[in-house]
Each structure stands twice: as structure tokens, then as C-alpha cells.
């Protein structure tokens, strides 16, 4: 069965920095897509970043510059390098995995930046 863990999230100041980690389990083949959506209070789940095939990595315009995601060489756990945060970042991040027909979404963390 497939599991999904992020952590790293917090309370920063604007300007200040964050890293959260994914962690996915349970397959025995590598996830075709691994993805960050945030939500925040009162808006629907939105993309952040999303790698794909793990070749192709696409960002929200909104976290352009900003936001970087990387995988490891073992291709079950993703990270996304969160800089320049600003209040608007304040969501519930969550990672979302797939492979095949299978879609699996963790828990979520929390990211609040203060301004």
C-alpha cells in the first residue's frame, strides 16, 4: 500500500526560507508524478510545482523564482526548497504521488508566513 509523509513545515517571517520533504513507500516501481498543491483557507487545492517522467519540473507562476523542487536518485521522496516566502505562501501543503492508475495525497503540512 502506498504512503505518502511530508514534513519540514513551520512558522516564518516573510523574506525567510522553508524546506519541506515527501516521502513516498510502497511501490516497487518509480512514481511517474510527483507533485506539491497548497491550500489555503477558503481557496481550492492549487498546483505549486510537479515533477513528471522525472524529467520535466513545472512551477505555479506565482512561485516562479522562488520555489524549487528536486527528487532523489531513488526517486521516492521529492523536496520542495520554498525562499523569498511571503504571506500569500500560507497554506497546507500537500504532496500528491502517482503511478498507473493509482493517486495518493499525504497529510499535508502547515506553512505560515508572517508578514
Known amino acids: 500500500q502506498v504512503q505518502v509523509v511530508e514534513s519540514g513545515g513551520g512558522l516564518v517571517q516573510a523574506g525567510g526560507s522553508l524546506r519541506l520533504s515527501c516521502a513516498a513507500s510502497?511501490?516497487?516501481?518509480?512514481?511517474?508524478?510527483m507533485g506539491w498543491y497548497r491550500q489555503a483557507p477558503g481557496k481550492q487545492r492549487e498546483l505549486v510545482a510537479a515533477?513528471?517522467?522525472?524529467?520535466?519540473?513545472n512551477y505555479a507562476d506565482s512561485v516562479k523564482g522562488r520555489f524549487t523542487m528536486s527528487r532523489t536518485n531513488a526517486r521516492n521522496t521529492v523536496y520542495l526548497q520554498m525562499n523569498s516566502l511571503k504571506p500569500e505562501d500560507t497554506a497546507v501543503y500537500y504532496c500528491?504521488?502517482?503511478?498507473?492508475?493509482?493517486?495518493?495525497w499525504g497529510q499535508g503540512t502547515q506553512v505560515t508566513v508572517s508578514s
Open positions: 515533477i513528471t517522467s522525472g524529467i520535466s519540473t
Open positions: 510502497g511501490s516497487t516501481f518509480s512514481f511517474n508524478y
Open positions: 500528491n504521488v502517482r503511478i498507473g492508475i493509482g493517486n495518493y
